[in-house]
């Protein structure tokens, strides 16, 4: 005798989703679910390629993070080649990822959630777009699109194409960088560097406007995973990767990257094409095996930035935790994401200053030496994981792919259900709610491309049904 | 036609694809913001539009057609729109995403799922929550009439530019021959 609301499909997002409601006979709500509705089977259909062609294949899962799959599987070709690369081939491996993290927060921001955050979750929906930030906000809307640009123009510069570069390789990456290219990047960005400054101001004033919804969107304890450098240093490249608990305390630290399978395991629901990783000791039966990923795991997991202004930000952003342990709450998402946007321009211009990133030599040679090479990096959303195993001939006869956005998918559910215990009246649906639950998802800024490697997004009807299976209410936001 | 010269109501949408298509879309930067005042964006992945709209002058649509849901939305894009573009490879061709077409959905299924606990998306629960994925993924003009092609993948902004301010003129889509390349 229970009711379903369905919000299909979720708007605003990277991926095509639809979230359902489920309200006891009392009218309250009893579950909620975030369903991922694609599947494309990219473990499948790469059986029998060579991994050579993983980082081309890869990068097409997902045209908002291609860096990140490239990276990761060009991490597992060194791992089967059992080669060094050379260290400039790192430092514009580095660099390149900086730029992609650059240009996918400055879209999360100021283009998917930005008209939330600076228009209101509740102002006119035909107008919470980047069209409507444009009109209310023209020059932090430019900005925005400028910086985003920034991002996306030094991939092009180093790959040649901003979308999908055919450059990181098992071994290295196809071209050293020139001095002009060098330069060129450099020129951009002290501009960068004062937009990113702009939004965490904004970012903040919007924390402060916003008190409720970081109080109730997301905010529960949970484990938090991600890399960390050297002394503990914020990391999206190449690391340890650690798992802390609910108060910060780490629970994991792994050295050896082939070791994730310990640690991680992954449940499935029929009602949902995207899977439920889940820490292994404590089980996937309920949510104390529960992680989340990404922006916010990066700079809880993390001893500090390791880069001077990203550190001050860091410093204060430490206070929404409470009594010194982890953040909890995933609105603070957003601001996280800025930090680290200001890490990340902070981190390019360490690279570009550092003579080495313009030597000649930037691959190494081997044959496949290994059977199996895992590739892991800090994409934009949280921990990539690639796996492959070959055989003698360096043909692919197992893939695993553990994708960010997959990493927080029971968090996201807990998210949703938040949010509708909150804001939910009497069984009545109303924009402003509809909106309030998908803005729950924003917060992860989740890439349903990637994680169900798939993508797609679209608008959204929220319907409601009664016991008997029959509409009660519906709503859904004209164009 | 009388003045104020009407805005092009632009759509978009992404079907199966990588969203690499509009990723490329957005590339266009500040030519977005010279174009903001002759389109209006009337559906899209940046919008809350909730249903496709009626009367959309130019649809772009980014990749190809995978499961029940991408076949019904394509349909109404096609009875709604003027002028329908397949944009990028995997609506021009099927492309990556239809790799897959080597498999059955069934072998798919089985191979990605029914390895941890809890129960796979896969059997008749599933397909009452989740869109029937095609037993074959087909590119756009296997299943409506396609007005104008864009490939590449993704298309590069030139190539989407030249597209665009052809259509914004009211002109046919002519691409040179270095723009009609796959990849
Ligand atoms: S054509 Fe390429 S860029 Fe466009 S959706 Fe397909 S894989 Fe992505």
């Given amino acids: ?479 | 036609m009388t003045a104020p010269t009407p805005k092009l109501r632009l759509a978009t949408a992404w079907l199966g694809g990588c969203s690499g298509c509009h990723m490329s879309f957005l590339d266009l930067g500040e030519r977005l913001i010279k174009i903001a005042d002759s389109i209006e964006l009337v559906y899209g992945p940046l919008v809350d539009a909730k249903e496709f709209p009626e009367g959309v002058d130019v649809a772009l649509i980014e990749g190809a057609v995978a499961n029940a849901d991408n076949l019904e939305l394509l349909g109404q894009i096609r009875e709604r729109s003027r002028v329908l573009v397949s944009f990028g490879d995997c609506a021009v061709s099927g492309n990556v995403t239809s790799l897959r077409n080597f498999f059955t959905v069934d072998d798919l299924l089985t191979a990605v799922y029914h390895v941890g606990p809890g129960s796979a998306p896969h059997g008749v629960e599933a397909v009452q929550v989740l869109p029937a994925l095609l037993p074959r993924v087909l590119p756009l003009h296997h299943v409506v009439t396609v007005d104008a092609y864009l490939p590449g993948c993704p298309p590069d902004p030139e190539r989407i530019w030249t597209a665009l301010s052809a259509l914004l003129r009211g002109e046919s889509v002519y691409l040179s021959p270095e723009q009609k390349t796959f990849g």
């Fill in chain 1, 1 to 479: 005798m229970t009711q379903t609301i369905t919000i299909a499909p979720v708007t605003r997002i990277e991926g095509h989703a639809k979230i359902t409601i489920h309200l006891d006979d009392a009218g309250q709500v009893a579950d909620a679910r975030f369903h991922v509705t694609e599947f494309r089977g990219f473990e499948k259909f790469c059986l029998g390629r060579s991994y050579r062609e993983m980082p081309a294949i890869t990068e097409r899962i997902c045209g908002i993070c291609p860096v990140s799959h490239a990276l990761a599987a060009a991490k597992a070709g060194d791992a089967l080649k059992g080669v060094k690369i050379p260290p400039a081939a790192e430092k514009l491996r580095r660099l390149m990822h900086c730029a992609q993290l650059v240009q996918s927060h400055a879209l999360s921001f100021f283009l998917l959630s930005g008209p939330d955050l600076l228009l209101g979750m509740e102002s006119d929906p035909k107008k919470r777009n980047l069209i409507g930030l444009l009109e209310a906000m023209p020059g932090l809307a430019k900005e925005g699109i400028r910086l985003r640009q920034f991002g996306q123009d030094v991939i092009r510069l180093i790959g040649d194409r901003s979308v999908h570069p055919a450059w990181a390789v098992s071994g290295g990456v196809r071209e050293p960088l020139s001095p002009e290219k060098r330069d060129g990047i450099a020129a951009g960005l002290p501009e960068a560097m004062s937009t990113a400054r702009k939004a965490l101001k904004l970012g903040n004033e919007a924390l402060e406007r916003m008190a409720e919804e970081a109080r109730c969107y997301g905010n529960f304890p949970s484990l938090f995973m991600g890399l960390v450098g050297g002394n503990g240093d914020l990391e999206h490249y190449d690391g340890t990767l650690r798992m802390v608990d609910e108060s910060g305390s780490v629970l994991e630290e792994c050295f050896d990257p082939s070791r994730y399978g310990d640690i991680i395991g992954e449940a499935e629901e029929s009602w949902t094409y995207l899977k439920f990783p889940y820490y292994k000791p404590r089980g996937h039966e309920t949510d104390a095996g529960m992680y989340r990923v990404g922006p916010l795991a990066r700079l809880n997991v993390a001893r500090q930035a390791g880069t001077p202004l990203a550190e001050d930000e860091l410093r204060s952003f430490r206070q929404f935790g409470e009594s010194g342990g982890p953040v909890q709450g995933s609105f603070y998402y957003h601001q996280a994401r800025l930090i680290e946007l200001l890490f990340c321009l902070e981190t390019m211009a360490a690279l570009l200053d550092d003579p080495e990133i313009l030597d000649t030599h930037v691959r190494s040679h081997a044959r496949t030496n290994n059977r199996v090479g895992i590739g892991i990096v800090e994409a934009p959303r949280g921990v990539l994981f690639h796996e492959y195993h070959v055989d003698d001939n360096g043909l692919l006869n197992y893939v695993n792919l553990i994708i960010a956005t997959g990493h927080n998918n029971r968090a996201m559910n807990r998210t949703v259900l938040q949010i509708a215990q909150r804001y939910l009246r009497g069984g009545r649906l109303e924009e402003g709610l509809l909106n309030r639950v998908e803005h729950g998802i924003r917060c992860y800024d989740p890439c349903l491309s990637c994680s169900t490697h798939v993508t797609g997004r679209m608008p959204m009807k929220m319907e409601l049904y009664g016991p008997a299976g029959e509409l009660l209410d519906s709503i859904s936001q004209s164009s």
